[in-house]
């Protein structure tokens, strides 16, 4: 996708941020970018290719947890309870079984449990803030991917698609993966942030969890150290993605989600983590 193709809408001034976004991706004409910002206070909202399919990557742990919280609001099981910790999973493309492999998962101390008990707030903590693979597919064998899918459709997220577990090689190799859209990602967090997703009370502990995250290398990084941000992140190869609310000193708070592919860590990283600085300081002039 050429940035030339990107739809832009901004409300109330956005035009030289639209400039200074624009300017920081030309540079990468192999590229694509999905954007989505709302100010919750004001309601400005700014969205360039918005409505643009991306490889989730991990992203999707988001949505997962979401559906958790719901099934434990519903009475299903409560947060507190233990389940057991495997690693053998069914692959969606031909019922195989697979394992999630230790070296590729940047949370390893879980493995070492394999076989014992943990609590299921446990396993959330980990999917969230240090992005456990073999967290995220245990939570997703216990609420169900069609259950995520039916919540984030309830809430108005049409495109976010969550398939799988992590690692399914099969179903990747065979074009069935998880999908999100900066805006479904921005209706989510907006909804966390406002304090309705599920419940005031669950909503509070998914924005207290999101922001013990471990990986701040894009909306975070250059942010400064009284900003207070509750993140997501999500890479593999030539995608990278972030998305989260970010929390001013005075009170106001925004959602942004940045969605990247065709691009190697590094550049990718420093574009994502630039045009965050954008928003900010369009939040808070000099």
Do not use: W
Not at 101 to 107: F, I, K, L, P, T
Not at 228 to 245: M, P, Q
């Amino acid at each position: 996708m050429n940035i030339c193709k990107g739809q832009v809408q901004d409300t109330s001034g956005l035009v030289q941020l639209r400039e200074q976004v624009f300017d920081e991706i030309k540079p990468y004409p192999s590229g694509q970018f999905g954007i989505a910002f709302k100010d919750l206070q004001s309601g400005a909202t700014f969205f360039f290719n918005e409505n643009s399919v991306f490889h989730a990557a991990s992203t999707m742990k988001t949505p997962v947890m979401a559906e958790v919280f719901a099934q434990a609001e519903a009475g299903k099981f409560r947060l507190e309870d233990e389940v057991l910790v495997y690693n053998e999973f069914t692959s969606i493309a031909d019922g195989t079984k697979y394992s999630v492999n230790v070296a590729d998962d940047s949370e390893q101390e879980l493995y070492q449990q394999v076989g014992s008990g943990i609590p299921i707030s446990e396993l959330i903590y980990r999917m969230i803030t240090k992005s456990s693979n073999l967290a995220t597919n245990i939570l997703i064998d216990k609420v169900g991917a069609s259950a995520v899918n039916q919540t984030m459709r309830n809430m108005g997220a049409r495109h976010i698609s969550i398939l799988r577990g992590v690692e399914d090689q099969k179903a990747f190799d065979k074009g069935m993966n998880n999908m999100v859209t900066a805006k479904d990602l921005m209706l989510l967090f907006e909804q966390i942030a406002l304090e309705e997703l599920v419940s005031q009370q669950a909503s509070k502990q998914m924005v207290s969890i999101l922001m013990q995250q471990h990986l701040k290398g894009a909306i975070p990084a250059k942010l400064p150290s009284g900003v207070r941000v509750a993140n997501k992140t999500g890479s593999i190869t030539r995608v990278l993605n972030d998305s989260g609310i970010v929390f001013l000193p005075d009170g106001r708070k925004y959602v942004l989600i940045l969605l990247s592919s065709g691009l190697e860590p590094e550049p990718a990283m420093k574009v994502l983590s630039n045009i965050s600085l954008y928003f900010y300081e369009h939040m808070v002039p000099r």
